[in-house]
């Protein structure tokens, strides 16, 4: 593990490999896998738990009961939530706090905004500036305020066009194959 001179890291819980830059802070009882880059300004909170592969670049927040699977891409200055309703008056138990999810491979745009309790799914998209406020199926890509599904994402990070067409199966230019049954996209072998 590498922390450059001016990051801190106080967690104990962080796999080989992983590099937290200048003015990254990950928090005690943080859970970073392996391989991770931690670019500056990002900060990771106590509770909150990234997989292996996971690139944090710039400004990202990610706190309590925030959980990043496996090799997804978190834009610079994408943000989390955990607290539906906050008041600074009235302060909550982290147990009231709600989860949120990022599935394997999943990429979330530069200052985009993932509002609690959602999950995105698998190899999902979401655009830059988005705004998510309910779940993201898996291969997804969704863009706006609120994040609406535009088309679908292949696993290579290309958008499978025709889809919006209503055809129910098509082939990326990388040769991975797709078919879309009841309203999910599934790869062919």
């Known amino acids: 593990m590498f922390v450059h001179p001016q990051g801190l890291c106080e967690s104990s819980q962080v796999?080989?490999?992983?590099?937290?830059?200048?003015?990254?802070?990950v928090m005690k009882n943080a859970v970073v896998g392996e391989g991770c880059n931690i670019c500056g300004g990002a900060f990771?909170?106590?509770?909150?738990?990234?997989?292996?592969g996971v690139t944090?670049?710039?400004n990202v927040l990610v706190w309590d009961k925030v959980t990043v699977e496996d090799h997804v891409f978190l834009g610079p200055n994408a943000v989390f939530t955990n607290d539906m309703n906050p008041r600074a008056a009235f302060?909550?138990?982290?147990?009231e706090f709600l989860?949120?999810?990022v599935r394997l491979g999943s990429?979330?745009?530069?200052?985009?905004?993932?509002v609690c309790g959602v999950e995105i799914g698998q190899n999902a998209f979401v655009g830059a500036g988005s705004v998510v406020i309910r779940d993201v199926p898996a291969h997804a890509l969704v863009v706006g305020n609120p994040a609406r599904q535009i088309g679908w994402m292949c696993v290579?990070?290309?958008k499978l066009g025709g889809m919006e067409l209503g055809e129910?199966?098509?082939?990326?230019?990388?040769?991975?194959?797709?078919?879309l049954i009841d309203e999910k996209l599934t790869q062919k072998d």
């Open 15 to 25: 796999g080989k490999g992983t590099r937290i830059w200048a003015f990254a802070h």
């Open 44 to 52: 990771i909170e106590s509770g909150a738990i990234l997989g292996n």
């Open 56 to 58: 944090v670049k710039n």
């Open 91 to 95: 302060k909550k138990d982290p147990d």
């Open 99 to 101: 989860t949120t999810k």
């Open 107 to 114: 990429s979330i745009g530069a200052n985009a905004t993932i």
């Open 156 to 158: 290579c990070g290309e």
């Open 168 to 179: 129910q199966s098509i082939s990326c230019t990388c040769g991975r194959h797709y078919e």
